[in-house]
Structure formats: C-alpha cells, structure tokens
C-alpha cells in the first residue's frame, strides 16, 4: 500500500496544470468593458437619431395639416375622390383665384397642391393617400407613409358655395 501513495504522488507532481493568469484575466476583462461601453453608446446615438426622425416627421405632418387649412379657407369643396379633392374659390373675381386639386402625384412620394400655376408640395415620403367624405362638411384624409406609419385628420370645409 505505501508504493502506491507514492506511485500517486510522484504522479501528481508531473503532471503541468494550466490556468489564466493575472494579467490574462485583467486583459479580457479590460475588452469586455470596452466592448459593452461601445454598445451602450451606440445604442444611445441610435436612440436620439430615432426621436429626432420621430419628431421631424410630426413637424412635417402638422405644418402641411395647418397649410391644407390655411389654404381651403377660401375654398369650397367641388368633388371628392378616393385619390384627390378638388376645390373652387368661394369668390373667384374678387380673391382672384382658380381651382386647386389636393392629392398625391401617381409617379412622386408627395402630397401636394395642385394648380394652374404648377405644384405646391405639402407632405413627403407618402405612399398612399385616400379623402373620404364623412357627414356634412367634413374630409377624412388618410395618408399613409413609406415608415408604414397610417396617420388621419378631418378637414372641416365649406361643402357648398354660398
């Protein structure tokens, strides 16, 4: 019996154990937390860049909503369709003003104004636009955007000449 406890000693002396050392250990642990701080960053930028498109994107609505407004005061509503709404002036000798056509281009990714004069653009990246005619006076406008966004408004307007 003793010849064996020291077959196994001797053996266990032999044998070459490897480990990380220090310095190993210290090395990897530095990169891991570079690694992480770069991501936590990025994910940051990513999320300021998302907001500032999210809010530069609303700008756009309510200002081409307030432009539709402003500019169908002086109008009356002639036709609607699926695709576009035409108007004529209430008082077109004195305002001096012709029918305008608000819709969406077939080939372009603009809503816009349509004139005698040319285009007035209002929104951008539009995919589809549809006006439906809901009770008296009033134009659903639902456009959708090339983010898949789907957004709604409800125009009043003058529905008759007076």
Not at 55 to 79: D, M, P, T, V
Not at 92 to 112: E, V
Not at 145 to 160: K, T
Request: proline share 2%; with cysteine; aromatic share 14%.
């Amino acid at each position: 019996m003793r010849v064996k406890r020291n077959r196994k000693f001797i053996l266990s002396q032999n044998k070459q154990v490897s480990a990380f050392t220090l310095l190993e250990m210290l090395l990897s642990l530095f990169i891991i937390g570079l690694f992480l701080m770069t991501s936590n960053q990025l994910i940051g930028y990513q999320q300021r860049l998302q907001n500032s498109f999210s809010f530069k994107g609303e700008q756009e609505w309510h200002l081409a909503l307030a432009q539709i407004e402003h500019r169908l005061k002086n109008y009356y509503c002639r036709s609607i369709y699926s695709n576009e709404v035409t108007f004529a002036p209430l008082y077109p000798k004195k305002d001096d003003l012709s029918d305008i056509t608000l819709k969406k281009g077939y080939a372009g990714t603009r809503l816009y104004f349509e004139k005698k004069g040319g285009n007035e653009p209002l929104m951008t990246d539009v995919r589809f636009a549809n006006f439906k005619k809901e009770g008296f006076g009033k134009l659903k406008m639902t456009i959708t955007f090339y983010s898949g966004e789907v957004r709604n408004a409800y125009l009043l307007l003058n529905d008759q000449k007076s």
